[in-house]
Each structure stands twice: as C-alpha cells, then as structure tokens.
C-alpha cells in the first residue's frame, strides 16, 4: 500500500468533513449548530475511547500473568475469552449491513476512474476495518496479554501468545473486508439489497427474544425429571465450549491452553489453523474485489418505463390539498426500506414477544400483566420507527420537497398534510398488530386493544406539532432506502423525538391502570382514552400555527438541506 496515497486519501476524508460543516455558502446560526453536533457525539466518543483502551490493556497484561501462573486461572481465563472474542467477529459480519448506506469514499464510482491501484483500494477496505471501534477496544488487551506472559517468566507462552494475537487480528481484518466486499456486491443490485436488508433488520429485531423460548423448554424438561448428580471436579468443567473450538476465538484461546500447559505440539497445531484461517480470508478478497469492480450497479426493473397514472387524492373530512400532501408522504415511505420496516417490524417483534413471553408466563400473576406490556410495547415500536420519518419529515423528501414547495400550497396546509400522513403509517402497522395480541390473548378483555390503538394515535397527534418543529429546526439530508445511519434523522432531533414518545405514552399507561386497576371497570379504558385523543387533537390544533410558522421561517434552508447542499 502506498503511504502517499493513504495520506492523500486521508486528506480527502477529513477535507470532505470540513466542507460538510463549513460548506460553499452562508448558513445561519441553527443550522451551524446542527452540523457541528452531528460530529460532536463522535468527537466525543473518541475522547471517551482513550482510557477504555487504556483499562483494557491493563486487563490484557493481567489476564497473560494469570494464565502464565495459576493453571485454574488459565482454563477460566481460555474459555471466558473464546465466548468474548465471538463479539468481534459477530460484529464484523453484521457491520456492512448495518452501516450500509453511510458509504467511504473509497466505494466512489469516480475513484476507480484514478490512476490508483485496485489493490490499493481494496487494502482500504482492511484500514477502515482496523479503525473499527470495537477492534480498537479488543486490540490492546489482545497485545498486551503476550507482555503479561513474558513478565511472569513463560517465554514459550507469551510467543504464542503474540503468534495467536497477530493471526486472530488479521483473521478479524480479513472477516471485517469479506464481509464488507460481499455485502457490497450483494447491494448492487438494489432491489436484492433491498430486500436483504429488509429480512436481515427483522430478524435482528426478534433474534435476542428467541432464546427465551429455548429456555422455556430447556427449564420444562428439568422440571419433568431431576437434574443428575455433578461428579466432575469444578477445574474439568472450565473449557472451551465444544462448538466454540473450531471458530476463530476457540482457536484462539486453544493456543493460549495449550501453550500454558507446556502442550507445544497442541499450541502450534492450532496457531497454524488460526493462520491458515486468516490467509485463506484475506486470498478470498481480491478475487471478490475484483468481481464487485466488474459489476455495475442496477436499480429496480423498469418502473419509470411505463406511464404513470395520477391519482386524485381524497380523504374523508380533509381539504384535497393536504389531503394530496398525506398521501404523497405515505406513498414516498412506503415505496423505501425503511418504509418497509416502519410497517412490519411493530407487527413481527410484538407478536413474537407475545408468542415468547406468553409461554413464560402462562401460570401465575405475570400472565394478566403481559398483555398491557405487550401492548404498551408495540406502540412504543411503531412511534419509535416512525420518529425515523417524523423527526425529518421535510428533509427526507429530497428534491420532492422543492417541487412541493413551488406548488400552491400554504405552509399549514404542508404541515397538516404530513401529519396526517404520519399517523396513517402509525395505523397502518398497530391496527392488524392489536388484531393479532387479540387472537394470542384470547382470554384478555377486548377492551384493551382499541384503547392501546388509541393511545398510540393520541400520542403521536400531540407531538405533531413538535416533530414538525424538531424537523424544521434540525433537518439532516437523509436516505429512507437505507436502514443505516444515513436514513437516520439528526441525533439532536432523534434524542427529543425518543423522550417525547415515552412521555406521551405515558397517559395511555395511566388510563390503563385506572380502568382496570382501580376502578375495576375495562370498558371505560376506550372510553378514557378517546378523550385523551380528543384533548391532543386540541392541542394539536393550537400548536399547529406555530409549528407552521416555523416551518416557513426554514423553507429556504430545508430546501438546501433536502437536496444535500
């Protein structure tokens, strides 16, 4: 790798960095503000990050003098490091789906038209890896553990130590560029990445509630017979998991074993498969590279060939001109991923914590509880994957939003437009997800689900106003075909967005508990809650005016902001 082109490279990065805050025009002071703390978090992450590392390496050298010196010491140490060290590598692998979209201006179509190597490019891929922030924070104490070996006086030991240190970083490296490159070439194709990240997001969203279901029917066969008798001593139980030892970290932490117990022909045996391993990672990148620099990116089958239709759009009791905003925001959404998850992920992961959670707490006091947090929970899922769009409802138009800007349209009426839009997309997902907790908790009062549907339409109709603010105030140019960063809304509006949602819910959960609770009387929950969703539609209507005026005092400036200027 060339170091000129790296600094090159590198100064290109933090050029395009400068000019995202400065940029090439004036801009006032509340959009300064927004650009500067959009990389205040990071900056202050990486301040926070300097005595992490040092505590880790510190960790490090007292894990190497512990294995080096106590025998017991070295098998708890060996075993609870092959279990951490499957982090690293689960991170690696998810990292390019779950950053997808942010991008490295190494993957610029322009970049392959410079005379810089091709090899060069894809060696970029193993720098970005290596300034992971989850590598740098496992990096130190794998190299200081080495040190603690050499210092209690195990020569042998802290060479292998150092051999296995190298090759299961570089076995990290080339897992985190594999990953990256495959995951590129898979997104070429836009509506298979689509649909990839799609399916990759709701199984993420459900996949830490599933081992609550083995654990259900692991606990009910030990309840069927008794647990037999525990004859092993407490020292031949500290191993390395038997399907861990073949992954990279069992190899790992075998190396370090067997090198503690003087085993030398065990500890190289596994320190050349942990070699090997990471040779044959990095010789399948290029290959891969290669392919992703041959394959040109293609979009979804000619939509745009065929004449579209124009469709007047009508809603009961609303003027056609906000009526034609609404239905132009939820048609912009839910042509997207993210849009896409914003409708399945409430009904998926409330449903499935139900299926879960019920089975847990089918006898016993949590089974009449479960329902209210079932519900509870799946408002608060719809709101929060909703606050991806309403906390930037203007900005995620892109050019859209200067077209509708030229239209003869006033401001409140681009306002209540896009508000109404919103809570079609809260409907869209919490009605048939309510219908469903209905038939799992067949025997819970009817009354609870249409009060849950309204407490989560209550809520969010009085955060309208203050959404359309927020998003006003703290626009951010982002992309809804990406579930990364880069769909995300500005971290200042985010953050408000996330506490605002909780706070109203809350009165949801009050009725709740006063109707069932107190005065004993369920049918009276729906009727309560009406009445809250009657009060935050007056609100709602007060506060509109002025999220409206807001609004126009931005235009300009989201306009700008939109089309990424």
């Not at 004036?26 to 503000?33: C, G, L, P, T, V």
């Amino acid at each position: 790798m060339s170091w000129r082109l790296l600094r090159a490279f590198a100064w290109l990065q933090w050029r395009l960095m400068v000019n995202g805050l400065r940029g090439g025009r004036r801009r006032d002071a509340i959009e300064r503000f927004s650009r500067i703390g959009e990389v205040a978090l990071p900056a202050a992450m990486v301040l926070l990050m300097i005595p992490v590392l040092g505590g880790m390496a510190g960790v490090g050298t007292v894990a190497g003098w512990h294995i080096a010196t106590n025998a017991d010491h070295a098998r708890l140490a060996t075993a609870v490091a092959s279990l951490l060290l499957l982090a690293p590598m689960a991170w690696l692998l998810m990292r390019p789906l779950l950053l997808a979209g942010q991008g490295g201006v190494e993957r610029g179509e322009l970049l392959r038209l410079l005379p810089v190597p091709t090899s060069f490019l894809r060696h970029l891929e193993l720098l970005k890896v290596a300034t992971d922030p989850i590598l740098l924070i496992f990096a130190p104490a794998l190299l200081c553990l080495p040190l603690g070996a050499f210092a209690a006086g195990r020569p042998f030991l802290g060479l292998a130590a150092l051999g296995a240190t190298l090759s299961f970083i570089a076995v990290l490296l080339g897992l985190g560029a594999l990953g990256a490159l495959a995951t590129q070439l898979l997104l070429r194709n836009r509506r298979r990445g689509e649909l990839a990240t799609l399916l990759f997001f709701l199984l993420l969203s459900v996949v830490g509630i599933l081992p609550q279901l083995f654990d259900d029917r692991i606990a009910d066969r030990g309840r069927a017979r008794p647990a037999p008798e525990r004859s092993a001593p407490a020292r031949e139980r500290l191993a390395i998991p038997g399907p861990v030892r073949v992954l990279p970290s069992g190899l790992y932490a075998a190396t370090l074993r067997d090198a503690a117990a003087s085993n030398g022909a065990g500890a190289i045996v596994n320190l050349a498969a942990l070699a090997g391993l990471a040779a044959l990672l990095h010789a399948g990148a290029a290959p891969l590279h290669r392919r992703l620099l041959e394959t040109p990116e293609t979009g979804s089958a000619g939509r745009g060939a065929a004449a579209s239709r124009v469709r007047t759009a009508r809603l009961p009791l609303v003027a056609p001109a906000t009526a034609a905003v609404a239905m132009v925001h939820v048609r912009t959404v839910t042509r997207t991923v993210r849009g896409k998850m914003i409708l399945l992920s409430p009904i998926v992961t409330s449903v499935v914590f139900a299926f879960v959670f019920g089975r847990r707490f089918a006898d016993g006091t949590g089974a009449t509880l479960q329902p209210f947090a079932i519900a509870g929970l799946a408002s608060l899922i719809a709101l929060a994957n909703l606050s991806a769009l309403t906390a930037n409802q203007f900005a995620v138009d892109g050019g859209g939003l200067v077209v509708q800007l030229l239209q003869p349209l006033g401001d409140r009426q681009i306002v209540d437009g896009k508000a109404i839009g919103s809570a079609l997309l809260l409907l869209a997902p919490l009605t048939p997800t309510m219908l469903g907790l209905a038939l799992i908790f067949p025997s819970t009062h009817p009354a609870l689900w249409p009060t849950a549907l309204l407490a989560g339409l209550a809520a969010l109709v009085v955060l309208a106003p203050l959404m359309a603010g927020v998003s006003a105030v703290f626009p951010k140019s982002a992309d809804l075909g990406k579930l990364g960063k880069a769909g995300q809304p500005h971290s200042a509006a985010g953050l408000i967005a996330f506490f605002a949602q909780v706070l109203a819910l809350a009165p949801g959960a009050v009725i709740v508990a006063v109707a069932w609770l107190a005065l004993e009387k369920p049918w009276l929950a729906p009727v309560l809650a009406a009445a809250w969703a009657a009060l935050a539609f007056g609100v709602n209507r007060l506060l509109m005016p002025l999220a409206a005026r807001t609004f126009a005092a931005r235009r300009e400036n989201l306009a700008l902001v939109a089309t990424g200027r």
